[in-house]
């Protein structure tokens, strides 16, 4: 078995629905669960297109900075937008 850290942040495309239209990033801090064996979310939080005059660009920066802080505070990895090595 792998061991875990018991935090991470991770970085993902936040979609409108039902048309699944992209409108921004989502910061998750994820926490590992033992019984499961698997990552659960414990809090998102959304960076839109629309609060920083539609740039994709800043809304980024700002929740690349936010997920550094995040790691920062809980000492966890920072996954940023590739989540591949945190399901290994």
């Known amino acids: 078995m792998i061991e875990h850290e018991e935090y991470c942040v991770?970085?993902?495309e936040s979609y409108k629905m039902p048309d699944r239209t992209l409108v921004g990033y989502a910061v998750t801090l994820w926490r590992w669960?033992?019984?499961d064996e698997t990552w659960r979310f414990v809090s998102i939080c959304d960076y839109l297109f629309a609060d920083y005059n539609g740039?994709?660009?800043k809304a980024l920066r700002q929740?690349?900075?936010?997920?550094?802080?995040l790691?920062?505070?809980f000492d966890?990895?920072?996954y940023d937008t590739d989540e591949e090595g945190m399901w290994q």
């Not at 929740?63 to 802080?69: G, L």
């Open 10 to 12: 991770s970085i993902r």
């Open 33 to 35: 669960n033992q019984l």
């Open 55 to 57: 740039s994709r660009r």
């Open 63 to 69: 929740a690349r900075r936010v997920a550094r802080k």
């Open 71 to 73: 790691a920062g505070v």
């Open 76 to 78: 966890c990895t920072n």
